[in-house]
């Protein structure tokens, strides 16, 4: 226990003769050097307060501003009209006794020029606002731009010249609008009509209309209260009411994984992994609290998203509760929690005021893969309790966890940067059915074997023993691209900027005098065991329900997709009803996540992707209908799809807002039987496309084996899939297919033959009509060239 004693900076013996003081001079200067190192962090989040409270104007404008009205005084000029006289009249008595009259003109004058300056920063500020609140041009086809949208992008740049913070856009972003309830309920029968035969969708239109005649309009009111004064009218619910309120496991049923590429691990040294991951993940945290990240923005242009959702990436654990679960942030934290072979280590990632090297991370690593100590009793499957039900969890953790040793250790794990846990499989694309172990892999991050990994933490990140990883993410506090963004700069940091020697291990030298990783402490009583083995049996059935399928599509990507002048999005979800529609002979409710982040604290929305024009598509094609009728239907079912993916990233989609006009009526104890029976419908096709967003990280050009799987998540409807798909250069398309054994309908690879099979018959198809034009173009050619 030498680094016990090591943290302990004086020790005192009382002797007949005094008392006796002994100072840890060590531990003294490791107690100097972290305050060193948290005040530089305190002026740095004042500093940035400060640039990104006056964006988008500059702290040094202030000084140009001071220095003109200056200038202009002395010229014998009054730019405030009478107002710095004004000001000059009402200076404190102290002030007109030590100054002179020029002196107090200067004051004066200073005290006007930064009330004008900040007059300016409002100004432009509500300015910035009212032109991110225009989306018209989301709208507008290629190559034919309105004047408005021109002037409209051309006043944007102006106003994003300066290069902004983090967060420095976020009080200039506009609140997500409270759609009428009249265009919401209308979209919303529009997306259910060729899901419903004639006397159903006669009943659901008669249901919608009294639902609007009656209590509708009443709980419009209040949801449009509520946008008044909050941020968002939806975020707060949607987290607390969707995520940490659900009593069933968060594992397989919330939370989703993020792979490592498809082709390469950089080392097969499971602890230089460990050590770049960490290291990676740790630079990627200092942009963060240092807002070094640029803000995302919408593909393509300087549209900035919303970047809330940052704040809580690190530091942050879902803590379990009876009726709901609480989110619990911490400002910062020196170690991260790492599990291997049934035992809890804190490892401690800065020491002497510094940060440690990957070499050194490496090290401790290695460290505690050589500790040969047997886990404690009751240790060892002590991360089931994540896994399981939350009331029990709860339970237990309020009876044995808010004292002694066992407290101690548990904020260890709650309160580290993020969680390790050190696989001992072997996992990624090898031996002889590579395919198969990908989706080996994919549960594997999914749930590990239901007590390696902890759940509760906002993200864990696995690493295998042959130097593949991984991560597995709590949903609750972020949505997927923000976590896509995190785990793409690990990747490509770990890849190619730290790097490995020739014998794999990390860059850079060790400290040897390192302190020992500390092994975590527990008295787990039998009460406690025994509700260990029961939610570890909970989450075991859950976990051997789920059927996973990844595969890679390598027949054609984006490249080829977008030469037909079609959106690689909407081409792949009507292969999705395609190909559903054939492995089930019909069409069901279809969920993809959209976005909201153009607003203030957004998060996503719903784009029902089963329209009356991608049905008409698909039931064209299957009925053997000319292929020109089929390629004319599916334009229809892309135009569709692009435009309700518009509306839904722009604040006009269907589901969230019905999902707060339920929460009011609930609040307001009033039942309604419309909204019951909307929230009610299961989403047998979940989707998900995952946003390759940092490009320029990879140089797939020089090295193409750096390809991305991407991620996925569990299926959200028992009798349904969960597709989870990432567009990776211009060549390929990576899927992640997932459902439930239990359900004798679904099975994930022969869903995942039926996509590929979609994919292809629909690219034939197009084609076909490119191949013609084309030969068309052909034959007029000579033509052309005897009239030039």
């Not at 009080?171 to 899901?195: A, F, G, K």
């Not at 607390?240 to 097969?268: A, H, K, Q």
């Not at 629909?762 to 000579?782: E, F, H, N, V």
Request: aromatic share 12%; net charge positive; with cysteine.
């Amino acid at each position: 226990m030498a680094e016990a004693h090591q943290a302990v900076a004086f020790q005192f013996t009382i002797t007949p003769e005094g008392i006796d003081l002994q100072l840890s001079y060590q531990a003294l200067n490791q107690i100097y050097l972290s305050g060193v190192r948290s005040w530089k962090k305190r002026f740095s989040r004042l500093r940035n307060r400060v640039i990104k409270g006056v964006y988008p104007a500059s702290p040094s404008s202030w000084l140009f501003v001071v220095t003109a009205i200056l200038v202009t005084i002395y010229t014998h000029s009054d730019p405030s009209m009478g107002l710095i006289a004004k000001i000059q009249q009402h200076l404190p008595l102290s002030l007109h006794v030590s100054l002179g009259t020029q002196g107090q003109t200067v004051v004066s004058a200073m005290v006007f020029s930064t009330l004008l300056w900040l007059s300016l920063i409002l100004a432009l500020r509500f300015c910035l606002k009212l032109l991110l609140s225009y989306h018209r041009w989301m709208f507008e086809q290629h190559g034919r731009i309105s004047n408005t949208t021109k002037v409209w992008a051309t006043l944007v740049k102006l106003l994003s010249t300066r290069k902004p913070l983090l967060y420095s856009y976020q009080t200039s972003l506009p609140h997500l609008p409270v759609p009428p309830i009249r265009d919401t309920l209308s979209r919303y029968l529009e997306s259910v009509r060729p899901l419903l035969t004639d006397p159903e969708f006669k009943r659901t239109t008669e249901l919608t209309s009294q639902f609007e005649s009656n209590l509708g309009n009443r709980l419009q009111r209040y949801l449009k209260l509520k946008a008044l004064w909050a941020t968002n009218y939806v975020s707060d619910w949607w987290e607390e009411y969707i995520y940490l309120r659900g009593r069933s496991p968060i594992m397989v049923n919330s939370n989703y994984y993020g792979m490592d590429f498809l082709y390469v691990t950089p080392t097969p040294v499971q602890a230089a992994r460990a050590g770049n991951t960490i290291t990676a993940l740790l630079l990627y945290r200092r942009k963060v609290y240092r807002e070094e990240l640029k803000p995302g923005c919408v593909p393509g242009t300087v549209i900035p998203l919303c970047a809330a959702q940052c704040e809580r990436i690190f530091n942050t654990t879902r803590i379990p509760g009876t009726e709901t679960d609480v989110l619990q942030h911490w400002d910062d934290s020196e170690f991260v929690a790492v599990y291997h072979k049934g035992r809890y280590f804190r490892l401690w990632v800065y020491w002497a005021g510094r940060r440690l090297s990957p070499r050194e991370i490496e090290y401790q690593i290695q460290r505690i893969l050589d500790d040969p100590s047997p886990p404690q009793p009751g240790e060892d499957k002590l991360g089931a309790l994540t896994a399981g039900d939350r009331i029990p969890w709860s339970q237990v953790r309020k009876q044995y966890f808010n004292y002694g040793v066992n407290k101690k250790s548990l904020d260890a794990i709650e309160r580290a940067a993020f969680f390790v846990s050190l696989d001992d499989e072997e996992q990624g694309m090898m031996g002889e059915y590579p395919a198969r172990n990908l989706d080996r892999y994919a549960k594997s991050l999914l749930h590990g074997k239901c007590y390696d990994r902890w759940f509760d933490k906002s993200f864990s990140i696995v690493i295998y023993k042959n130097g593949k990883n991984g991560l597995n993410a709590e949903h609750s506090w972020a949505d997927a691209p923000t976590v896509a963004h995190l785990w793409e700069y690990t990747l490509a940091t770990d890849a190619f900027q730290l790097g490995y020697t020739e014998e794999g291990h990390c860059k850079g030298e060790v400290d040897c005098s390192l302190p020992l990783p500390q092994r975590l402490i527990w008295d787990i009583p039998p009460e406690v065991q025994a509700q260990v083995a029961s939610s570890l049996a909970v989450a075991q059935a859950l976990a051997d329900d789920v059927d996973c399928h990844v595969f890679p599509f390598r027949e054609f990507g984006k490249g080829r997709i977008k030469k037909l002048r079609i959106s690689p999005d909407a081409f792949i979800q009507i292969s999705l009803q395609l190909a559903y529609y054939r492995d089930r002979g019909g069409f069901c409710l279809t969920y993809e996540a959209s976005m909201t982040r153009l607003f203030r604290e957004g998060r996503t929305e719903t784009v029902r992707s089963c329209t009356n024009e991608s049905c008409a598509f698909v039931k064209a094609l299957e009925s053997g209908e000319p292929e020109e009728q089929c390629r004319h239907l599916f334009r229809l079912a892309s135009v569709k799809h692009q435009n309700l993916y518009r509306m839904a990233m722009t604040g006009a989609g269907i589901d969230r807002h019905l999902f707060c006009l339920y929460v009011v009526s609930k609040y307001l104890g009033v039942e309604s039987s419309f909204l019951k029976e909307v929230l009610s419908e299961p989403w047998r096709l979940s989707t998900s496309q995952t946003p390759v967003q940092q490009m320029e990280l990879f140089d797939l050009k020089n090295h193409p084996d750096f390809i991305s799987l991407g991620g996925g998540f569990g299926p959200v409807a028992d009798d349904g899939y969960g597709v989870s798909y990432i567009i990776v250069g211009e060549d390929m398309i990576n899927f992640h297919v997932s459902s439930k054994y239990s359900c004798s309908e679904t099975d994930s690879h022969r869903f995942g033959t039926q996509i590929n099979k979609a994919l292809e018959d629909i690219m034939t198809i197009l084609s076909a009509d490119t191949k013609s034009t084309s030969s068309s173009k052909g034959t007029a050619q000579p033509q052309s060239k005897k009239l030039l």
